[in-house]
C-alpha cells in the first residue's frame, strides 16, 4: 500500500460526525470516517469501544482498497469490538467488507447472525484480529487472495474460515478453536496455510470440492470428529518429496485425517500416527534428512542429491 496519506481518528463515546464538529474531535462512526477519506491511502484509528448499530454503524462497514482501519493489535483488538450485520453480497448477512487492497488490524469483529468479514476480491489484509461469535468468523469467496496473519479465531457456529469459489491467498500463524468446522476450503479454492493451530473444533480442516489446498507446519489436535477432512475429489498438499509439510496431524477423536475420496493421498514430512489415519493414505520418505536424527554439523551440509560430507 502506498504512504498513508490522511489519518482519521473514530471514538464512539466521544466522537462526533457532524462536519461543524469535527476540527477538534474524533469521528463517531467507523462508517462516517470511511466516507470523509480522502483519495489515495488513509489510516483510521479505532479507539476502545463497541462500534455497532447503536452508536451509529451502517452494516455492512465496507472497507475499501487503500484504507487501513487500526485498532489494537498488540491485544488482537481486546476492547475494540464491531458487532453487527447488514445484506451484503448474495444476501448475506455481513459485518465487513474487505475491498482492494484493503486491511483490518487489532479489531474484533462478531456477526451473530451471519458472516463477520466477507472478502470477494482484491488482497486485503486482516492482521492481529480477533473473529468469532458468528456463523461464519470470516468468508473468502470470488478469486480473492487474501492475507489473513497472527488472528485468532473461535466459536464461529458453523465455520470459523470459509474459501470458496477460486479463493487463494494465505493464512498463517493464525489459531482457530471451538468452530463448526475450523477452516472450511471447498469448490475450487486453493490457499495457503502455514504455522496454524486448528483446535477443539468439531473437524479442524475440510477439504471438498476440488479444493487444493497447500498446508505447511500446522497443528491439528484434539478436534471432536477429525484433524483433517478430505471429500469428493478434494486435494491438499501435505507434503512433496523436496518440501516435506510438517503438518502435525495428533490426539483428534475419531481420525487425524480421514480421507473419503476415492483417491489416496500422499503424506511427506508430517507428524502422524498410522492408527490416526482413516482412508487411503501413503507416507512418503522426504529428500530433507531428518533435523532430529542427524548432528547439525551434518545438517547444515545436507542438501538433496548433494554428496555426503567428508
Same mark, same amino acid.
Given at each position: 500500500m502506498d504512504t498513508i496519506a490522511k489519518t482519521l481518528d473514530v471514538d464512539p463515546s466521544r466522537g462526533v460526525d457532524e462536519p461543524s464538529?469535527?476540527? !477538534? =474531535?474524533?469521528?463517531?462512526t467507523l462508517t462516517a470516517a470511511i466516507g470523509a477519506r480522502d483519495p489515495g491511502s488513509t489510516l483510521i484509528r479505532l479507539a476502545p469501544g463497541t462500534y455497532s448499530v447503536a452508536t451509529g454503524e451502517r452494516f455492512p462497514i465496507t472497507v475499501p482498497d487503500g484504507v487501513v482501519v487500526m485498532g489494537q493489535a498488540a491485544t488482537q483488538g481486546q476492547g475494540i469490538l464491531v458487532v453487527g450485520g447488514g445484506v451484503g453480497p448474495g444476501g448475506l448477512s455481513v459485518g465487513v467488507l474487505l475491498e482492494g487492497q484493503g486491511q483490518l488490524q487489532g479489531v474484533m469483529v462478531q456477526n451473530p447472525e451471519g458472516v463477520g468479514i466477507l472478502i470477494g476480491s482484491g488482497s486485503p489484509q486482516v492482521q492481529a484480529?480477533? =473473529?468469532? !461469535?458468528?456463523? $461464519?468468523a470470516l468468508q473468502v469467496v470470488g478469486a480473492a487472495q487474501p492475507l489473513i496473519s497472527q488472528t485468532r479465531v473461535e466459536a464461529g457456529r458453523d465455520r470459523g474460515l470459509s474459501f470458496l469459489d477460486q479463493a487463494r491467498g494465505e493464512v498463517q500463524d493464525c489459531t482457530i478453536e471451538r468452530c463448526g468446522?475450523? $477452516?472450511?476450503?471447498?469448490q475450487n479454492a486453493a490457499p495457503l496455510l502455514r504455522n496454524c493451530q486448528c483446535s477443539s473444533n468439531q473437524i479442524g480442516i475440510q477439504v471438498a470440492g476440488a479444493a487444493s489446498p497447500v498446508l505447511r507446519q500446522n497443528r491439528l489436535v484434539q478436534n471432536q470428529t477429525a484433524g483433517l477432512a478430505v471429500q469428493d475429489t478434494g486435494r491438499p498438499d501435505l507434503g512433496q518429496a523436496d518440501d516435506p509439510a510438517g503438518n502435525i496431524l495428533r490426539y483428534n477423536r475419531e481420525a487425524d485425517l480421514r480421507n473419503d475420496t476415492r483417491q489416496p493421498l500422499t503424506l511427506v514430512g508430517n507428524d502422524v500416527v498410522p492408527g490416526g489415519l482413516a482412508g487411503a493414505v501413503t507416507l512418503e520418505a522426504s529428500r530433507w534428512p531428518d533435523p532430529a536424527a542427524v548432528p547439525p554439523v551434518l545438517l547444515d551440509q545436507a542438501e538433496p542429491g548433494g554428496a555426503a560430507p567428508p
Open positions: 464538529g469535527r476540527p !477538534q =474531535l474524533p469521528y463517531r484480529c480477533r =473473529l468469532g !461469535q458468528s456463523t $461464519v468446522t475450523g $477452516v472450511y476450503i471447498g
